[in-house]
């Protein structure tokens, strides 16, 4: 069982202040192509940032494992936390099925995989730069 965890002022500032960079970076790659004239563009961009951001938290979680505490606060649930999004994602993925089914459908089925895919290799590269051993993390240490 997970040991309690108490409120950190630290880290939700941490937190805060790494959310407010990771929304400003994906602000400035999508803000240029928010005006409609590239319909597929805008998804495929949040696709690459979902998948990056996917790599990099797993970075993250198995390179900071249980070490630097704040600084993984400030990373994974703040910087990487504001520059991924969920909730752009089920809307892309829904307006884009609705308009072209197929074309929706491999935007669902990449952006799942290869979130996956790119979360796990970064998890067993972050564990090996750290010299953890590729034990399984509990879901409450992920971020």
């Known amino acids: 069982m997970a040991s309690a965890r108490w409120f950190s002022p630290v880290a939700l500032l941490l937190a805060i202040a790494g959310g407010a960079i990771g929304v400003a970076a994906r602000a400035l ?13 805008v998804p495929a961009i949040t696709v690459a940032i979902n998948v990056a951001g996917s790599f990099l938290l797993g ?6 494992d249980g070490r630097h505490p704040h600084l993984r606060v400030f990373l994974g649930t703040g910087v990487l936390g504001g520059f991924t999004t969920y909730s752009a994602f089920a809307v892309h993925s ?22 996956l895919l ?23 240490d992920a971020e």
């Not at 790659?29 to 563009?41: E, I, K, M, R, W």
């Not at 970075?59 to 900071?64: E, H, N, P």
């Not at 790119?118 to 409450?140: C, D, F, H, M, Y």
């Open 59 to 64: 970075l993250v979680v198995g390179g900071f």
């Open 29 to 41: 790659l999508t803000a240029p192509f928010v005006d409609g004239s590239h319909s597929l563009v």
């Open 94 to 115: 829904v307006t884009t099925f609705t308009a072209a089914p197929i074309v929706g459908l491999l935007l669902i089925v990449v952006s799942i995989f290869a979130g």
């Open 118 to 140: 790119a979360a796990g290799v970064g998890l067993v590269i972050g564990r090996r730069l750290a010299g953890v051993p590729g034990e399984t993390l509990s879901p409450e």
